[in-house]
């Protein structure tokens, strides 16, 4: 055993028992697992990828090349970075992770938080810059990679004011936590620094990861140096290791990395390893410095039939040695400075990289710019964290006071000398050992001058050629050396060579992290209409349609999809039967303008539409393209019902904005969504009016394409009689309170349910087209067969002018077709592709006229049929179809199979059958079947409930006087009581979900990228939390308000209560 | 892996040459290497204002496949697979060319339908295609999970056996060294400033290393192409954005095919050394800076866990985007430009790897026969004026 | 994550918006084969200051212009 018998920062009296490779060894609280397999003994803990040498433990920190283990279920980690646990298992590892299928037992989750001034790194320099500006009142976040603040400090046994160094950071650190503005989050590695000084930070916490998305006003660097190694024969046996790392182990964590140790150092930092090695009672055999007279250079090593270092050459002289502690000078740590765009310079006194030239609101403090010195460094993290304070706008108050808080301790480290410019030793052929630039890829100094040898010049094709730099360190062990080697090979100098980009991650981030609850179900939202608690109870099968969830069909006992579809539309042909139509997108349209508002984006005239009437209309984008189509209603002299396919709801919507805000910004028009503020069901069917009456009894004769306002279930809402099918249908509308009820009424009178699988066939025996299916994109109303729909004598409208563009003008354009196969039991195969004529044999290379974009069998034709678009056919034609089920004759007909002349659009005489009282709606509020967990997940942290069934309504236009302002000219007015003209009811839009207590902060910091302090959020905002759009107030102290759409409400609950369930068990600090 | 001990030379600028190529990419080395092999056309300079194939060349996801939707673009990427089924032979090179096998995951019943009209259009087309239910995605490709009860299930996927990866840089570097032994002059460092075009002919192109006199000049140069066309005078239907990707460390195998899902932006491989390479969806705003933003990433993994839940504690080592210059029509453009003599090939977007040798070879002939290829035609630039697009966006087509 | 100052909310996270592409297109249908492909399909690519539109989808829903520098990213409100 090598461990001390006293010193460092750990816990002699308890042992922490852990296995390596199976052995049962143990370590102490305070422990990494290397310096526990230090201590151990264990000097071989990997071997390395390429070349299989036995490598051993070379530093003490994150750049760790060579002892990288899998660690419990952890693929691969530097065993340096592991803080020792009881139980914990690790492996040694052939320089690559090993994945296992293991479910992942940590909690990671994301937090947001915005600031004044970010200081990253907790040393020296990090401690100051984060006293000075907390001091100074600002709004502070110390991101800190270690458990214990002090940065090198922790390693080094310097003297600060005559006490060890830590005395101080202590302090600082208690100061800092007294601070209420100020953030400490130790365990947390920046590992990434972006644009708009936006920075990504990865916290270790209990049982799990946090991801911190980190805004900053201004960001202090402080991020350190690493000691950078050389390359010589054998420099990768176990027992060579980083001089600094020599000196952790022995003063942080209490073990003698060797027994007798060679100290190879051209910077004045080795000899504090060589003081606190030879006061820890390691024999010093050599000290090699080529700064002294006759210094001594290391020449190679030897060792052991294991690989273990047993000696050092110093030229022609040998040295047993069993640890070789190597300083061949140090690297500022720019990763995060190079990562924000800055640009570094070469400084040739430090021979090394430092930061030049800033390009967002950052600067370096102390090591991290090439202040190694320790007092140094706190002057300039001193004056770093003033600064940085002021520009946030923080005038620190001068005088005494914060003079005595900001003194700089006195050190007592000499001055150093400047570091030899030493890349490599020992390369006059005299070894045949390999001497490593690049440990964990194995990559040579004779790599690397193959690779000058090929005719490369950049060290970006070096770096790619060797692989040198792409290590599990990405080069921060190995990129000043190649640096420095391949100037030396190129005759040029390390400035002229320039180091290779940083890119993120500044250390490796799990997968897992980086999605944090964004799994499962929580991955993408789950939209779901207000009838979907039934749907799934009636054992629907469900499909995805954007991010909703949309029944297929209704299986009834053991039927297969093919036998419910023939059932469900024999239904809707013959009796009745109903859709949950909720998921079209409906657009509020409002205005004087609104008409010829809709002339401009429809290609078919909506100004002339009786009020009261409604048509089926089509748009185009600007290139022609049928982008979108649907029924649009005018419900008043200025006031439209715009309804859109379920997947282009909010691109339609967008697509509206965009033309009236930059195009006609003269028009007075407005659009509100109520896609979720009605629930729909239509009813269809020749005996659909038995059931509408039923339902609506106070409802008057609605001829075909006109709607009403009417009572239904006593709730009032409107009846739209219009069809997709051919069939007598209604569309019947109430808020999403009652959608539910008014689904379980219409089922009740006897209506079958049916699918979009069946409302499919229904449209294509109809010759409908649906786009998206039958369109692609390259389709235009033309294309389809729709000349009819686009107005000739209309002015313009968008996609007109593109309707005379030579390729859309030319013959022989794909056109909308049906198809009959001549065996009318073949299966008419969506996506089989056709060609002309009969196919005998292999059809390939022949030439493809089109595809078949729909195929169904239909229960009312008793056969199969489809639609295809395809070019140079007319009805009669025979063509083939060649799909997965080979190849299948069929004749081309006109696509309307059913009902040509519309004589079922009526249906049946109505009988008057009493059909019972069927009741008023009850409602049903969109969170409601979560109360129950609400209360159950209650804790004093943090309260959840629904504020349901509020009145709602929107406002676009002239200022209300009140309610909550969402933009510019639109308000959200909640409460009973007199509405304006022109206000739109959206109560069934959106509930209420309220989060209250201490925690709510934290919990919506999870989701929310806004800045939630309570100085800057005092009101309410439009935003986002997780996944959904929401609008966010702020209603008490510690009570939050959530207004989201009804259909986003189950997944925001569910997301609410994963977020209380990862609260930690104590209530945490809260954010600053 | 052992590379030849020499690669190519670094020469200074002549005063002219029959064709100067602007971009020592992948499809600049290509383009000269198939004018030297194919057109006897030596006197030939690739001007590279950085590294030789150090843009997109060096940042991409290393796909390959040719099962395109529309008969154009499945003519133009099978001639480029075709290509690459002899490519490292004809280069003598090891390019790590690996068909394992490409999926494109179908997550919904569109997807469904456009993969099958994809597969279909593909066979027909003579480009090997074959529609997966989510069991024999499952026995392809044992580590995608398919249960359905997945956010997004896995529906179905196509596969396309003679798809796969190529390692990027060897390929490159192949190609720049039969180039440079063919006598063409790989010029590093040297950055064109503009062009010198007299009665719309273009005659010479300005350097940071002095003026090079040109017979013909040809643009290969991606991203920074609309820059360029710019100095010409010229305005392109082309939009740069960034397009990220990531590496993670080092894993024991875990994936032998390559696995694409549209739908919810992931791509994904495991390179020999051990490394999964994985693409993200393009950054929304137009952008020369290499570097996108962070939450694309993060959405990327969330999906790829969905789909690959091994890959949980997999570490993310490295993050970086190339500039990928996007079409209207997400198709590229080869051929001629209103100035006479000045040629493009651009608008490869995020599928430009796959493309590298078929692209190289249908340009070096429109550059020595001054006439478009006629794999190349249907991609001219006037298709924007009539309209007779190419439109690989529809969902049918997936562009990496 | 770029943050974009929304003239209505203030700074919010780019994800908040949707892209617009290019500013100050006028739309003029009447116009030759030429033009027309122009304005459908051609926008400046500018390696530089860039006036580009944003749309505010989960804020305030609207469209505005920024002043952006395409390589350093640099946002300032447009002259």
Same mark, same amino acid.
């Given at each position: 055993?090598?461990?001390?018998?006293?010193?460092?920062?750990?816990?002699?009296?308890?042992?922490?028992?852990?296995?390596?490779?199976?052995?049962?060894?143990?370590?102490?609280? #305070?422990?990494?697992?290397?310096? &526990? @397999?230090?201590? !151990? +003994?264990?000097?071989?803990?990997?071997?390395?990828?390429?070349?299989?040498?036995?490598?051993?433990?070379?530093?003490? #920190?994150?750049?760790?090349?060579? &002892? @990288?283990?899998? !660690? +419990?279920?952890?693929?691969?980690?530097?065993?340096?970075?592991?803080?020792?646990?009881?139980?914990?298992?690790?492996?040694?590892?052939?320089?690559?992770?090993? @994945?296992d299928d293991e479910p992942d037992p940590l909690r990671r989750d994301k937090g947001h938080l915005h600031c004044d001034v970010l200081v990253i790194g907790g040393g020296p320099a990090g401690l100051a810059a984060a006293l000075a500006a907390g001091e100074a009142g600002a709004r502070v976040v110390l991101v800190d990679e270690q458990p214990r603040l002090g940065g090198d400090l922790l390693n080094s046994r310097v003297l600060l004011d005559g006490a060890p160094g830590l005395g101080w950071a202590d302090a600082v650190g208690d100061r800092l936590a007294a601070l209420p503005e100020v953030r400490v989050l130790s365990r947390t590695t920046a590992t990434g620094y972006y644009d708009h000084n936006y920075v990504v930070a990865v916290e270790r916490r209990p049982g799990g990861e946090r991801l911190w998305h980190l805004r900053a006003r201004r960001v202090v660097l402080a991020t350190g140096a690493h000691e950078r190694s050389l390359a010589f024969p054998g420099n990768d046996r176990p027992g060579v290791m980083l001089a600094s790392?020599?000196?952790?182990?022995?003063?942080?964590?209490?073990?003698?990395?060797?027994?007798?140790?060679?100290?190879?150092?051209?910077?004045?930092?080795?000899?504090?390893?060589?003081?606190?090695?030879?006061?820890?009672?390691?024999?010093?055999?050599?000290?090699?410095?080529?700064?002294?007279?006759?210094?001594?250079?290391?020449?190679?090593t030897t060792s052991d039939a294991r690989g273990l270092l047993t000696g050092v050459h110093l030229g022609d002289r040998h040295v047993e040695a069993d640890l070789l502690a190597v300083c061949g000078g140090w690297n500022p740590a720019v990763h995060l400075f190079s990562q924000s765009q800055g640009r570094v310079r070469f400084d040739e006194e430090l021979q090394a990289f430092v930061p030049h030239l800033s390009a967002q609101a950052e600067r370096s403090a102390g090591a991290c710019r090439g202040w190694y010195g320790t007092s140094e460094a706190i002057a300039d993290g001193f004056a770093a964290g003033s600064e940085a304070a002021q520009l946030a706008g923080h005038l620190p108050e001068p005088g005494a006071a914060r003079r005595a808080v900001l003194r700089v301790p006195v050190c007592d480290e000499p001055a150093s000398r400047p570091p030899a410019v030493l890349w490599t030793a020992g390369l006059d052929g005299a070894s045949a050992e390999s001497a490593f630039a690049d440990l964990h890829r194995d990559v040579t100094v004779a790599d690397l001058a193959r690779a000058a040898g090929t005719g490369m010049r950049s060290v970006e094709h070096v770096k790619r050629y060797t692989t040198a730099g792409t290590g599990a360190d990405q080069g921060k062990t190995s990129g000043a050396v190649v640096v420095g080697v391949m100037a030396a090979l190129l005759g040029s100098a390390p400035g002229q060579v320039g180091s290779t980009t940083f890119r993120p991650p500044y250390t490796p981030v799990a997968f897992a992290t980086l999605a944090g609850r964004d799994r499962g179900a929580l991955s993408d939202p789950v939209r779901v209409t207000a009838m979907h608690g039934r749907h799934v109870a009636d054992g629907a099968v469900f499909e995805d349609v954007g991010q909703w969830k949309r029944p297929r069909y209704f299986p009834r006992g053991g039927e297969t999809m093919e036998q419910a579809v023939l059932r469900e539309c024999a239904a809707a042909r013959t009796d009745v039967a109903a859709m949950d139509a909720s998921t079209l997108g409906k657009i509020d349209i409002g205005g004087a303008d609104a008409g010829e508002f809709l002339d401009r984006i429809y290609t078919n005239l909506f100004s002339t539409l009786a009020v009261g009437s409604c048509r089926y209309g089509l748009m185009c984008t600007a290139d022609g393209m049928v982008f979108d189509d649907g029924v649009t209603t005018r419900?008043?002299?200025?006031?439209?019902?715009?309804?859109?396919?379920?997947?282009?709801?909010?691109?339609?919507?967008?697509?509206?904005?965009?033309?009236?805000q930059t195009e006609w910004p003269e028009l007075d028009v407005r659009f509100t969504s109520v896609t979720d503020h009605w629930a729909t069901v239509a009813v269809v069917g020749p005996r659909a009016r038995r059931v509408v009456r039923a339902l609506a009894p106070s409802l008057p004769g609605l001829p075909f394409m006109t709607?009403?306002?009417?009572?239904?279930?006593?709730?009032?809402?409107?009846?739209?009689?219009?069809?997709?099918?051919?069939?007598?249908?209604y569309e019947l509308n109430v808020p999403w309170w009652y959608g539910e009820a008014l689904w379980a009424a219409v089922l009740e009178l006897g209506a079958v349910p049916y699918g979009t699988e069946a409302m499919h066939v229904l449209r294509a025996e109809k010759g409908f087209a649906i786009v998206g299916q039958e369109t692609d994109g390259t389709v235009t109303p033309q294309d389809l067969g729709m000349s009819w729909i686009v107005a000739k004598r209309k002015p313009d409208f968008v996609g007109k002018r593109s309707?005379?563009?030579?390729?859309?003008?030319?013959?022989?354009?794909?056109r909308l077709v049906g198809l009959l196969p001549e065996d009318p039991a073949a299966v008419v195969e969506e996506g089989a592709q056709l060609v002309a004529g009969p196919v005998d044999g292999s059809p390939a290379s022949v030439p493809m006229l089109g595809h078949v974009t729909s195929g169904y069998t239909s229960a009312a034709l008793g056969r199969t049929f489809g639609l295809a678009m395809v070019r140079d056919v007319s009805a009669g034609d025979r063509v083939t179809a060649v799909g997965g089920g080979g190849a299948v004759p069929m004749t081309v007909v006109e696509p309307v199979f059913y009902d040509p002349g519309n004589a079922r659009r009526d249906g049946d005489?109505?009988?008057e059958v009493d059909t019972g009282d069927v009741g008023v709606a009850r409602a049903q509020s969109p969170a409601g079947a979560f109360a129950g967990r609400f209360e159950e997940a209650d804790s004093p942290g943090v309260r959840l409930r629904e504020v349901p069934f509020l009145t709602m309504w929107e406002v676009r236009g002239e200022d209300p006087g009140q309610g909550l302002r969402l933009g510019p000219d639109w308000w959200l007015v909640v409460g009973e009581g007199a509405h304006g003209r022109g206000w739109v009811e959206v109560s069934g839009q959106r509930t209420v979900l309220e989060v209250s207590g201490p925690q709510a902060r934290e919990i919506l910091l999870t989701g929310c990228p806004i800045d939630l302090h309570p100085a800057v959020f005092t009101g309410h905002a439009a935003t986002l939390l997780a996944k959904a759009p929401v609008i966010l107030e702020r209603t008490g102290d510690d009570v939050y308000r959530i207004y989201v759409r009804s259909s986003f409400a189950a997944y925001l609950a569910e997301w609410l209560l994963d977020a209380v369930d990862g609260l930690p068990p104590k209530s945490g600090h809260s954010a600053p | 892996m052992t590379h030849p001990d020499f690669l190519w030379h670094t020469p200074d600028p002549k005063p002219a040459y029959d064709v100067v190529i602007v971009g020592g990419g992948g499809h600049g080395l290509a383009t000269a290497y198939y004018l030297a092999k194919n057109h006897g056309i030596t006197n030939v300079a690739v001007l590279e204002k950085g590294w030789l194939a150090g843009g997109n060349m060096a940042r991409n996801t290393t796909i390959i496949r040719s099962n395109y939707l529309w008969d154009e673009s499945a003519a133009l990427y099978e001639h480029s697979l075709r290509l690459w089924e002899g490519l490292g032979d004809d280069l003598d090179y090891d390019l790590r060319f690996s068909q394992r096998g490409v999926l494109n995951l179908a997550h919904n019943q569109h997807d469904v339908r456009e993969g099958r009209r994809r597969v279909n259009a593909n066979r027909l087309n003579g480009v090997d295609a074959e529609w997966l239910d989510p069991d024999e995605v499952k026995r392809f490709c044992p580590i995608v999970n398919v249960s359905d009860r997945a956010r997004h299930p896995v529906l179905g996927a196509t596969l396309q056996r003679r798809g796969g990866i190529a390692k990027h840089d060897h390929v490159a570097w192949a190609l720049a060294r039969k180039a440079d032994a063919y006598g063409v002059d790989l010029l590093q460092n040297t950055e064109v400033t503009g062009f010198e075009i007299t009665k719309g002919r273009g005659t010479a192109v300005r350097t940071s290393r002095g003026r090079v006199a040109a017979g013909t000049i040809a643009l290969a140069a991606a991203g920074h192409t609309s820059v360029l066309a710019a100095k010409a005078g010229i305005r392109l239907p082309l939009q740069s954005h960034p397009l990220q990707a990531l590496v993670s460390e080092l894993l024991e195998p875990v994936l032998d095919c390559v696995v694409m899902s549209n739908a919810v932006h992931v791509y994904v491989s495991q390179a020999d050394k051990g490394e999964l390479v994985m693409g993200a969806g393009v950054d929304a705003y137009n952008s020369y800076g290499q570097r996108g933003a962070f939450h694309v990433v993060e959405a990327q993994m969330a999906a790829a866990l969905e789909l690959f839940p091994i890959f949980a504690r997999a570490r993310v080592l490295r993050t970086w985007a190339g500039i990928v210059d996007v079409t209207p029509d997400a198709s590229p453009i080869i051929g001629r430009t209103p100035v006479e003599n000045l040629f493009i090939n651009a608008g490869w977007g995020t599928g430009g790897f796959k493309a590298t040798p078929g692209s190289g070879w249908v340009y070096a002939h429109t550059l020595a026969h001054g006439t478009p290829h006629p794999l190349a035609e249907p991609f001219a630039l006037d298709r924007f004026r009539t309209g007779a697009l190419i439109d690989e966006h529809g969902a049918a087509a997936v562009a990496h | 994550m770029l943050s974009i100052d929304c003239p209505h909310c203030g700074p919010r996270d780019e994800n908040e918006f949707r892209y617009g592409g290019q500013a100050g297109i006028a739309y003029r249908p009447e116009t030759g084969d030429e033009e027309w492909a122009a304005y459908l399909f051609t926008r400046d690519n500018p390696r530089g200051w860039f006036h580009e539109r944003w749309f505010h989808t989960h804020g305030c829903r609207t469209w505005f212009t920024v002043h952006r520098h395409t390589v350093t990213h640099e946002i300032r409100k447009a002259p």
């Open positions: 055993m090598t461990r001390l018998p006293a010193g460092g920062l750990i816990d002699r009296a308890v042992r922490v028992p852990y296995t390596f490779d199976g052995r049962p060894l143990y370590g102490h609280p #305070g422990d990494t697992l290397a310096s &526990a @397999l230090l201590a !151990a +003994g264990v000097r071989v803990v990997g071997h390395s990828v390429e070349l299989g040498r036995p490598r051993g433990i070379f530093s003490a #920190g994150s750049e760790e090349p060579n &002892a @990288l283990v899998k !660690a +419990g279920p952890e693929p691969m980690v530097a065993a340096t970075t592991v803080e020792l646990y009881a139980g914990l298992q690790a492996w040694s590892l052939r320089g690559k992770g090993r @994945l790392a020599a000196r952790a182990y022995v003063n942080r964590y209490g073990v003698a990395p060797g027994r007798r140790a060679v100290v190879f150092t051209c910077a004045d930092s080795g000899y504090e390893a060589v003081r606190d090695l030879r006061d820890a009672g390691v024999e010093i055999a050599a000290v090699a410095d080529p700064r002294e007279p006759g210094g001594h250079l290391v020449t190679g419900l008043a002299g200025d006031r439209y019902l715009m309804t859109t396919t379920t997947g282009n709801a909010a691109a339609v919507l967008d697509w509206l904005e965009e033309w009236r709607y009403v306002e009417a009572d239904v279930l006593g709730v009032r809402g409107r009846v739209f009689r219009i069809s997709f099918s051919g069939e007598l249908a309707h005379s563009r030579p390729d859309t003008t030319r013959p022989g354009r794909k005489p109505v009988e | - | -």
